[in-house]
């Protein structure tokens, strides 16, 4: 199996490994029969890395399987495009995905599926998806609706090890954001059942993960549709409160939607990371307003301003797009303006493309490509400028440091409380004896860019 994409589709991919062994088949990088690629489709960039994986796979001699977001987005279409692809799969394909493997391998044809706006379908009920039990070793049978209704299963088959793993708050999303496709493939926003949550997350701490990486399309949304808009304040405490948990860490975090209860919880409950993965995606009101989402400059300093009075070393980070229908000069410069003040941590920054079946690609107003590569060259120096900046600002403080790699030589990789596992920076720390999965407390005493460097001062 072969996972391009975020950490979503991670979770997707070992959910599906636990379906595959629960059928017979057995995962392994040596000779496969099989080869399922979950793809990406959420970029154009994306798209094509899932399209190049797919055609190298097939020179294996495997037989390709296309699951994931380019698959359930494209269907039929993409089938027909790549016919070294032996089946494309759709979501609702996963829960027998072992037979659609038989199939596959036995050479019967699998019709692609076609796409349909996924928003239109009706979310499964909390009270439906908990239609049977999953066993935990040393903590019975939970709830789940993960399970099938045969009965219990395991969770997940994890595919990589390490101390870090990502645990899905939610599916879908109800933000109709412009520029994004992925509401309409992905679906309504439907929470995860609390229950089913700490179960998950039981099993991963008996697994040795000792950080959870909170994960959905937008994790200030969960519990929405369950009736309870605190939901996740509530249960990041019970997560952090499991033995063997030593950081919980969300991501996907809305600015217009987060409440000051929220805020409390992350930047002040003891084994949750004060780190705010902000969603800005720019800083002027007038493209904000275009791209059907909310703020100003002015709002976004006082929510960053709200983040430090309660924890001043917390880690913000967030992506950007640039050259959105109808950006001015004077709107670019409210972002580099923005920026400058704001002081994050990681800052992303991409440039706008039209995405099949979005609103904004019907808009007018589009940059000639040239502007938007020369904004977006302007954007990333910036962003390299500032975030070293932010990093230097972070030399003398005292960093919890979750150990990740040996690097030899007394050297060890991990990463802070305000670093977010691959898309943020890291930690180099020197040491002795130190082993992945180990939480030690460090002085940071130099930074390479966005990295650190430290010394440790005391372990846990």
Not at 224 to 245: F, N, T
Not at 373 to 386: F, G, K
Request: charged share 25%.
């Amino acid at each position: 199996m072969i996972t391009l994409g975020c950490a979503r589709n991670e979770v997707d991919s070992e959910e599906l490994a636990a379906r595959l062994e629960a059928s017979g088949w057995a995962l392994g990088d040596d000779d496969p029969d099989v080869i399922v690629v979950n793809t990406c489709g959420f970029i154009e960039s994306a798209k094509k890395d899932s399209i190049d994986t797919m055609l190298a796979a097939a020179d294996s001699g495997a037989k390709v399987v296309a699951a994931g977001c380019m698959a359930e987005r494209y269907g039929a279409e993409l089938a027909g495009a790549l016919p070294e692809a032996a089946a494309v799969l759709s979501f609702d394909d996963y829960t027998d995905i072992g037979a659609r493997l038989d199939d596959v391998l036995e050479g019967r044809a699998l019709t692609p599926h076609t796409p349909r706006d996924r928003r239109t379908l009706l979310p499964i009920s909390p009270v439906e998806r908990h239609a049977a039990p999953i066993s935990v070793p040393g903590h019975g049978d939970l709830p789940s609706g993960l399970a099938p209704a045969s009965g219990p299963r395991t969770l997940r088959r994890r595919l990589t090890g390490g101390p870090v793993a990502s645990l899905k708050l939610a599916s879908g999303c109800d933000r109709r954001c412009t520029f994004c496709a992925i509401p309409a493939f992905r679906g309504a926003y439907v929470s995860r059942h609390p229950e089913d949550l700490l179960a998950e997350a039981f099993w991963l701490a008996d697994q040795g993960v000792k950080e959870l990486v909170l994960v959905s399309e937008n994790s200030t949304s969960y519990g929405k549709d369950l009736g309870d808009l605190r939901a996740l304040e509530k249960l990041l405490p019970q997560l952090a409160a499991i033995e063997g948990i030593d950081r919980v860490r969300v991501s996907y975090l809305q600015p217009a939607e987060l409440r000051p209860g929220l805020l409390d919880v992350i930047a002040g409950t003891e084994g949750v990371a004060p780190y705010f993965d902000l969603s800005f995606q720019h800083a002027s009101n007038a493209v904000l307003r275009r791209m059907r989402r909310f703020g100003d400059p002015d709002q976004f300093l006082g929510l960053l301003k709200q983040i430090r009075d309660r924890a001043p070393e917390a880690g913000v980070r967030s992506n950007f797009i640039v050259g959105f229908p109808g950006e001015t000069e004077e709107q670019f410069g409210e972002l580099i303006d923005f920026l400058t003040e704001a002081r994050l941590d990681v800052i992303g920054v991409f440039g706008y493309s039209d995405e099949d079946g979005t609103e904004a690609a019907g808009f007018e107003g589009k940059l000639d490509p040239d502007v938007v590569d020369e904004r977006v060259a302007a954007l990333s120096e910036l962003a390299e400028e500032l975030t070293s900046q932010r990093a230097e600002e972070r030399i003398g403080t005292e960093l919890s440091v979750l150990v990740e790699d040996d690097l030899g030589d007394g050297g060890y990789e991990g990463r802070a409380a305000h670093q977010g596992p691959e898309v943020d920076g890291s930690v180099t720390v020197r040491g002795i004896g130190l082993v992945p999965g180990q939480i030690v407390r460090a002085v940071a005493v130099d930074s390479e860019g966005v990295d650190l460097i430290a010394r440790i001062k005391a372990s846990t």
